[in-house]
C-alpha cells in the first residue's frame, strides 16, 4: 500500500467507522458467538504472499464484527463507560501515522511537553490543588498511564521505595527484607481488584479496610486497623481510597481518612477511575475534598470524557517520589538536556519504556468540546441515571440498593439472590440489553450503568420496560415453580 492508496483507503475506513457508529442501534447489543467460534473462519497461518485491501476489508464484517460486543451501543449498560468520540478517533490516527515512542523528551519533546501541558489543563478542570500541577516550576505533575491499575501500581510501588529508604535511615541494621515483609498496604472491602493485584504483584501485604452501611470507608474504620497492625509490629505504608466504586460509585471519606494517612506517614493514593470525570462539573467536585490530603491522585478520562482508551491521568505531589523509584540511566536512553532540570521524561514515571503520543486525544477533545460540552455530557448521563432509577423506584417489586449519585443505578427485585440471578440471566440471554451484576454485602445485585455517548432518554425507557416486562414473565413461572415444590 502506497500514500496514494492509503488515502482512498483511509477514506473508505472513515467512512466504515462513521456508519458503525451511526447504526450501531441496528446491532444487537452482545454477539452471538461461542469460545473458539474465529479458529475455524481463519487460516492456520500467515499468507505468504500479499492479500489486497478489499479481502481484508470485507473479513471485517465476516470475522470480526459478529464477535464483537458494542460498547458503545446505546443498549450497553454494564460495567463503567468506554469513552468515545469523533476527535479523539481522529487524534489517533495521528498518534499513529507520527509514530514516535515517547519514552524521553528527546525521542519527541512535543509528545512529553503536551502531556505535561494537557494534565495541567485537566488538573485545573476538576479545581485540583497547585502542588499537584507542573506548571513552570512545580514540584508535582500529571502523567498519563494506560488504566488506573497501573497508576496504582505505580503510586504503591513509589510509596514502596520511599517508606523502605526511610525506615532503613532510621534503622540501618534493618535489611530491606526485613522491612519488606512488615509492609502493610491497605484498601476498602469495595475497591476494585486491581488494587489487590498491585499489591500481589509488589510483594507486600494487602489488607481491606470495612466500609460503613453506605459502603463509603471511614476515619475510625481506618484507624482501628492501623493500631491493631502497628501493636503487631507491622508497617503501614500504603492507604488507595476511592472515589466511585466499581459495585455501586460509592465514596470513601477523604476528609477523615487523609488526615490519618499524613499523621501516621503513609502514602494515599485516590482512585477515581470514573467518578473523577464527573468533578468538571461545579456540583459534583465537593466529591474530591480532601484530595489535599493525597499524595497521588487518577482518574480515567477514556471512561467519561470522551477520549478514548487508553488515557488514564494520574497526578503526584511530589513527582520526585516516583522518578527516584523508577530511574535508570543507560547511555542508549541519555540525552543531553535531561540533568538541566527543563524536561520530563515520563519513562521514569510508568511501568513501561516505550509510550504512544496520548495527550493528542485530549488536546483534540479539550478543545473540540470545551469544558462546557464535556460538563454537559456528564449531565446528561446523570440525568438518565436518575430517570432509572425514578422508574425502579414506581415499580414496588424492585428496591434501590446504593444512593444514586452519578451514572451509575444498582437495584434488583425484593426477594432472593435465585430470583436476580434468574432475573439477569433473561436480561443477557434476550441481549437487546447488556448490564453485569455485583455483590453488596450478602445481596446479589444489578447494575445500570448509564454508558455510550448516544445513549438518550427513550433507552433508557426501552432498557426499563425490557426488564420490567422479563420480570413479569419471571415472577410467574417462579411463583409457579415454588408452588409445585
Known amino acids: 500500500m502506497d500514500a496514494a492508496e492509503f488515502r482512498k483507503r483511509g477514506k473508505e475506513m472513515v467512512d466504515y467507522i462513521a456508519d458503525y457508529l451511526e447504526k450501531i442501534d441496528r446491532r444487537q447489543v452482545f454477539p452471538d458467538v461461542e469460545p473458539g467460534y474465529l479458529r475455524p473462519l481463519i487460516p492456520d497461518c500467515a499468507p505468504q504472499d500479499p492479500e489486497n485491501f478489499e479481502d481484508v476489508f470485507k473479513d471485517i464484517e465476516k470475522i470480526i464484527m459478529p464477535g464483537v460486543t458494542h460498547w458503545h451501543s446505546p443498549y450497553f449498560f454494564a460495567y463503567f463507560p468506554s469513552a468515545s468520540s469523533f476527535p479523539a478517533l481522529l487524534a489517533d490516527m495521528l498518534c499513529g501515522g507520527i509514530g514516535c515512542v515517547g519514552f524521553s523528551w528527546a525521542a519527541s519533546p512535543a509528545c512529553t511537553e503536551l502531556e505535561t501541558v494537557m494534565l495541567d489543563w485537566l488538573g485545573k478542570m476538576i479545581n485540583l490543588p497547585e502542588e499537584f500541577l507542573a506548571g513552570k516550576d512545580g514540584q508535582g505533575g500529571g502523567v498519563i498511564q494506560g488504566s488506573a491499575s497501573e497508576a496504582t501500581l505505580v503510586s504503591l510501588l513509589a510509596a514502596r521505595t520511599k517508606t523502605i529508604r526511610q525506615v532503613q535511615s532510621e534503622k540501618p541494621d534493618l535489611t530491606e527484607a526485613d522491612i519488606m515483609g512488615r509492609l502493610v498496604a491497605y484498601a476498602s472491602d469495595q475497591a476494585h481488584s486491581s488494587v489487590e493485584r498491585a499489591a500481589l504483584i509488589a510483594g507486600v501485604k494487602m489488607k481491606n479496610v470495612s466500609s460503613d452501611d453506605t459502603f463509603s470507608v471511614c476515619g475510625s474504620a481506618l484507624k482501628k486497623v492501623l493500631d491493631e497492625d502497628k501493636a503487631s509490629g507491622l508497617i503501614p505504608f500504603f492507604f488507595c481510597a476511592t472515589l466511585g466504586t466499581t459495585p455501586c460509585c460509592s465514596f470513601d471519606k477523604l476528609l477523615e481518612l487523609g488526615p490519618i494517612c499524613n499523621k501516621e506517614n503513609i502514602w494515599m493514593h485516590i482512585d477515581a477511575a470514573y467518578a473523577g470525570s464527573a468533578f468538571i462539573c461545579p456540583e459534583f467536585r465537593h466529591l474530591l475534598n480532601g484530595v489535599e490530603f493525597a499524595d497521588s491522585f487518577n482518574f480515567n478520562p477514556h471512561k467519561w470524557l470522551l477520549v ?177 415444590q
Open 308 to 484: 478514548n482508551f487508553d488515557c488514564s491521568a494520574m497526578w503526584v505531589k511530589k513527582r520526585s517520589d516516583l522518578t527516584s523509584a523508577f530511574k535508570l540511566e543507560p547511555l542508549y536512553l541519555q540525552h543531553h538536556h535531561q540533568e538541566s532540570g527543563l524536561v520530563t521524561d515520563y519513562r521514569h514515571w510508568q511501568i513501561p519504556l516505550g509510550r504512544r503520543f496520548r495527550s493528542l486525544k485530549l488536546w483534540f477533545v479539550l478543545r473540540m468540546y470545551g469544558v462546557t460540552g464535556l460538563q454537559e455530557h456528564i449531565r446528561k448521563h446523570v440525568r438518565l441515571s436518575h430517570q432509572f432509577e425514578h422508574l425502579v423506584l414506581q415499580d414496588e417489586r424492585f428496591e434501590i440498593c446504593a444512593e444514586v449519585v452519578l451514572g451509575l443505578v444498582c437495584f434488583r427485585v425484593k426477594g432472593s439472590n435465585e430470583l436476580n440471578k434468574a432475573l439477569l440471566k433473561s436480561i443477557n440471554e434476550a441481549k437487546k440489553i447488556h448490564l453485569v451484576p455485583c455483590h453488596l454485602r450478602e445481596k446479589f445485585v444489578l447494575r445500570f450503568a448509564i454508558c455510550s455517548r448516544t445513549v438518550e432518554s427513550t433507552h433508557v425507557t426501552f432498557a426499563w420496560q425490557h426488564i420490567s416486562q422479563l420480570a413479569t414473565d419471571l415472577l410467574k413461572t417462579w411463583e409457579q415453580n415454588h408452588h409445585q
